[in-house]
């Protein structure tokens, strides 16, 4: 068992429960009750730790795990005999005479952490449980202060704030206040990250129940508390997952798991530090909104998002609603809306936002401060406006200004697909742009083919090794059709966890995603593996001709992961990084699986 293995449950106003195996808390965005206060996602740990400690005739038991600056303790990761993520994360602990099941669940649309534990065996003669919180921004840590952390007994809770923060923990046993600090707790995973990684935490008081029954249920929350059993929120909680029918287990436990990610009219890139991003939202709509049938969540999302274009261009992202520098997200909304008509028919959906889709594409070829039109393909003026975007103060790492492949394989798939629709809609397609389609056509093909190579930038010219035109032959519309003949230029990006972003060749790859926000930035897109591109990649093998297979024998390992991180070391082994779990990971597994591999079986 990987004890430091990390879970979570999530629900649709994005707040969350989170923690290691062993209930160490391994870094800073780790928390019980851990919630978002505002519209740009803004989280907040309330509840760090809740931990438990068993008297047996004298002999205490902790089932606590810490890290602290040079030890280990307690070891309650030592009773610790099994652990289950889905369909609850699920722990099973075993003293020798006892045994306890804790399960942690979120309610899905409440603020609502329920804890339950069934023992069975010799009865401890008392429980306790020592709730030690924080309040503070998940980004930072605390240290012991004169902050008033403030405790006070309600009907049916006791209530902890600081401020305008506050949580409750339901009446359990009888409570009895301490005010200590706890000193030192390390997080090792933000320690090797170059991050804050050292706190205090301050324990108000403790919950004591004496000769406790044989189940015990914790609810933890800031409103009011739900008038529902354990059983009944983690019955809801399950119902809210995505299904999908395919004999395929892994596949199932992917759709089932891609529902972490859905927040009201939105996606949540990644957990932690994500809100939604319009780019990786409407790369995941597919997969994970119509291919399990949430159509009218997916027709929220593009409203949504259609009600912020401004100038023809849709934001990079919902956190920060006036940042409109990326030259791709407003191409990334067509696609979107494309596909969910593929899936819905939904003509209505596309009557409305017709408007929109047509202002993009007249905002591209009217041209503005961040791109234009240049030779009938797309030229990017600044240098951090695609998905390879990674910046550390004034250093940018993968600077794409020029004419990028996957921008310009995007352009043509904007105009194919509003053309399609428009006719759909039996509305006329505007003439200079029914003009341009063919040129971006041929421009393409001769800037960007190189005899065996295919550039990544054009003007100028980069032939840097990249995944980037895999688009030219995945999209709804591709560019380019003859991808087994390219299939060896690919080679040294491919591996079973997904395409390397730099070639390993390069003088600038970077293997490991480590240390401080500089070095992991200068990996991030220079060698980095993500996972996200094995969906292009098996959209263009397939219409390559390649063995289906082979290609899902070959990615059976990320496919069978219990969490899909965000990206993996580029170097073997190959170990996870970044978000523990990221939408588009999910999400192209997902797509590709179900359009790609399933349906030609």
Known sequence: MNFDEEWLVSNRNGSYASSSVSFSNLRTYH????????????????????????????????????????????????????????????????????????KVVIDPEEDV???????????????????????????????????????????????????????????????????????????????????????????PGHFEINEPSDEITVFIYSEEPLKLSFEEVEKSYV????????????????VRESTKFLVRGNIIAGYYWFGPWSRDAFISLPGILLIPKRYSEARELILNYYKMIRNGLVPKTVTDPDNYDTADSSLWFIYAVYKYYQYTGDLDLVR???????????????????????????????????????????????????????????????LESVKFLCGKLGTEF?????????????????????????LDVADPDDYSVRPNSLLAFSLPYPLLDNFIEYRDYFEELVTPYGLRSLSRQDKRYVGRYEGDQFHRDSAYHNGSIWPWLVGPFITA???????????????????????????????????????????WSYAELIRAYFEDLRKQK
């Not at 010799?122 to 709730?131: G, H, I």
């Open 430 to 454: 505007p003439e200079n742009l029914e003009s341009v389609v063919p040129k971006v056509r041929e421009k393409f093909h001769d800037k960007f083919l190189k005899g065996n190579s295919i």
């Open 352 to 414: 409305m936002v017709c408007p929109g889709l047509l202002g993009i594409l007249d905002a591209y070829v009217k041209g503005n401060d961040l791109f234009c039109i240049d030779d009938f393909l797309v030229l990017v003026k600044k240098p951090q406006l695609t998905w390879m975007d990674a910046r550390t103060g004034d250093t940018i790492f993968t600077p794409r200004t020029g004419k990028p492949v996957e921008i310009n394989a995007l352009w043509y798939n904007a």
């Open 541 to 583: 093998s397939v219409r390559g001709g390649a063995d289906l297979k082979k290609l899902l024998s070959y990615f059976n390992k990320l496919y069978s992961m219990p969490i899909i991180p965000e990206i993996f070391d580029g170097d073997p082994p190959h170990a996870p990084k970044g978000c523990i779990i990221q939408a």
């Open 239 to 254: 119902k809210s997952r995505s299904s999908v029918h395919t004999g395929n287990r892994k596949v199932r436990s992917l």
């Open 113 to 203: 952490v329920v804890i339950n534990y069934r023992i069975t065996g010799v009865k401890p003669e008392q429980l306790r449980l020592y709730p030690l919180v924080a309040f503070r921004n998940y980004h930072y840590v605390i240290r012991q202060s004169q902050r008033e952390i403030r405790c006070e007994e309600e009907e049916n809770a006791y209530k902890f704030s600081l401020d305008n923060l506050y949580f409750r923990i339901s009446k359990i046993g009888v409570f009895k206040k301490d005010g200590l600090w706890y000193y030192n707790f390390r997080y090792p995973v933000d320690e090797a990250r170059g991050s804050n990684h050292e706190e205090d935490l301050y324990l």
């Open 31 to 102: 928390g019980i009750f851990v919630k978002k206060v505002n519209d740009r996602y803004d989280r907040y740990v309330l509840l760090s730790k809740l931990f438990e400690e068993l008297d047996f005739q004298g002999r205490k038991v902790s089932l606590d795990t810490n890290y602290y600056r040079d030890v280990v303790y307690p070891q309650g990761y030592t009773f610790l005999n099994k652990f289950e993520q889905v369909p609850v994360p699920t722990f099973l602990f075993d003293t020798g005479e006892t045994k306890i099941v804790k």
